[in-house]
């Protein structure tokens, strides 16, 4: 997993609430076992029309928001199954940073897990930067835990042991891999 010290991207928002994995990921696409590939597949039932063109009124189709890496959306996202398809299509999509009002905690769990910056914030913050111009850039800055926009600064939470794993690029493998030489030595006398 890759450090995540400091994110500068434009955002895109999707002010919804309750938006559950399934929505994120449709169930069908479900059956890789890779972690990538999945971001084609992100809010699929929204982003494209029966025919499968693009839906014209769907905020990450619009031409000004393609290259953004910073999802904006309202309280309670990730709810419904536990997938972990979830971040990774968000990941494999170019998401590293999801602001939201709150997350159901499996989902913001997995977010941490696989390197993507989950952060909560108030409603009247997330409204202003869903209203920031497509080309606006802001910065998030995970060590002074601040989201940064041209104007404004907002501050954030964040666990600290969730903060450690991110700042050094760290997930439950390489956590595991910090005690490789005792783990060799237990099982040598195991």
Same mark, same amino acid.
């Given at each position: 997993m890759k450090p995540f010290h400091i994110?500068?991207?434009t955002t895109?928002?999707?002010?919804?609430?309750?938006?559950?994995?399934d929505q994120i990921i449709p169930k069908q696409y479900l059956k890789r076992i890779e972690r990538?590939?999945?971001?084609?597949?992100?809010?699929?039932e929204w982003r494209y029309l029966e025919d499968r063109s693009k839906n014209p009124h769907f905020s990450l189709n619009a031409v000004e928001r393609k290259q953004a890496t910073i999802l904006v959306t309202g309280d309670n996202? #990730?709810? #419904?199954?536990?997938?972990?398809?979830?971040?990774?299509?968000?990941?494999?999509? #170019?998401?590293?940073?999801?602001?939201?009002g709150s997350f159901a905690?499996?989902?913001?769990?997995?977010?941490? $897990?696989?390197?993507?910056?989950?952060?909560?914030?108030? $409603?009247?913050?997330?409204l202003e930067l869903a209203s920031l111009e497509g080309t606006a850039v802001i910065e998030i800055n995970l060590e002074n835990q601040t989201v940064t926009t041209a104007? $404004?600064?907002?501050?954030?939470?964040?666990?600290?042991?969730? $903060?450690?794993?991110?700042?050094? #690029?760290?997930?439950?493998?390489?956590?595991?891999?910090?005690?490789?030489?005792?783990?060799?030595?237990?099982?040598?006398?195991?």
């Open positions: 994110h500068k991207g895109v928002s999707i002010m919804q609430d309750n938006i559950d994995t990538t590939g999945f971001g084609q597949f992100l809010f699929d996202f #990730g709810c #419904g199954s536990s997938r972990e398809h979830a971040p990774w299509a968000l990941q494999d999509y #170019g998401f590293a940073v999801i602001i939201a905690d499996i989902f913001y769990m997995n977010c941490t $897990k696989n390197g993507i910056l989950p952060i909560v914030l108030d $409603k009247a913050a997330r104007k $404004k600064q907002y501050s954030f939470s964040i666990e600290s042991v969730w $903060k450690e794993k991110l700042l050094q #690029g760290l997930d439950d493998i390489a956590v595991t891999l910090e005690f490789e030489e005792q783990i060799a030595a237990y099982e040598k006398h195991a």
